[in-house]
């Protein structure tokens, strides 16, 4: 296992990013470190080619939001920068992430999260046969935005079966509380068999943003708590944007 890795923390998402290391072996590594750092929700792959760009691969392939602002960050430390280009995977075009110091482990951040593919009401299977659900599909995930109770293991059957319905790379439920504006994500990643019900998910707060600013025809900035802290999104039609804060925790 590659020794080098840090671990941070994104509105309670936290994530570990080690050092890149060959495809075959990705699957491997996330497992240890994650068996290593019981919080860690997720596991990435990153480098740094050239001066202002990082290249970030997650260990199934699949685009995490909150992982491209965390690589973003090691990035602007790396090269002593505010501001670097992330080519993330699950993401068709470089993504530009800026952070700002606020103590020796913390960064105010703002990133570029991809545009979804397309944002619909699509039927899908459920238990007592189809249910109508808004889903905002990205090259990387697709988010299903659900907005009424469901018990947690319908919740965590349904999120596989929904993955293989749509033959997504990943898949998130996300329980939407519009009058609280507050959001539980459930996330899918059949590549790399973890299913999560995570502390927070930017690109689940993409997929929601993208839906209201479709649903009002207009651009939106909104805060959604989650369990992990609270994250902002603008959105409208031609731009996505993720403001929150993120901690280092371990390594740089």
Avoid at 103 to 111: I, Q, R, V, Y
Avoid at 205 to 226: E, F, K, Y
Wanted: net charge negative; with cysteine; hydrophobic share 40%.
């Amino acid at each position: 296992m590659k020794k080098n890795y840090a671990v941070l923390d994104p509105t309670g998402n936290i994530t570990a990013l080690a050092e890149m290391t060959a495809p075959e072996l990705r699957a491997e590594t996330a497992s240890a470190i994650m068996v290593k750092e019981p919080a860690v929700e997720q596991v990435g792959f990153v480098a740094f080619p050239k001066t202002g760009s990082v290249e970030l691969q997650m260990a199934g392939g699949e685009f995490c939001g909150n992982a491209t602002l965390c690589a973003g960050i090691l990035g602007c430390v790396q090269w002593k920068t505010g501001s670097v280009q992330v080519r993330a995977s699950g993401a068709e075009q470089p993504l530009t992430v800026s952070a700002t110091r606020i103590s020796e482990n913390a960064f105010d951040a703002e990133g570029e999260l991809p545009l979804p593919i397309s944002v619909a009401v699509l039927r899908l299977p459920a238990p007592n046969g189809e249910m109508e659900v808004p889903v905002a599909r990205f090259s990387g995930i697709c988010h299903a935005i659900v907005t009424q109770p469901m018990q947690r293991e319908t919740a965590e059957r349904l999120v596989r079966e929904w993955c293989d319905f749509l033959q997504a790379d990943g898949m998130g439920i996300l329980f939407w509380n519009e009058a609280e504006q507050s959001m539980k994500p459930l996330v899918y990643v059949p590549s790399a068999d973890t299913l999560f019900w995570e502390s927070s998910c930017a690109s689940g707060s993409a997929a929601v943003g993208a839906w209201l600013s479709q649903r009002q025809n207009a651009p939106v900035t909104v805060s959604i708590r989650q369990p992990g802290g609270t994250l902002e999104i603008s959105a409208s039609n031609n731009r996505i944007l993720l403001r929150e804060r993120v901690r280092i925790r371990k390594g740089r």
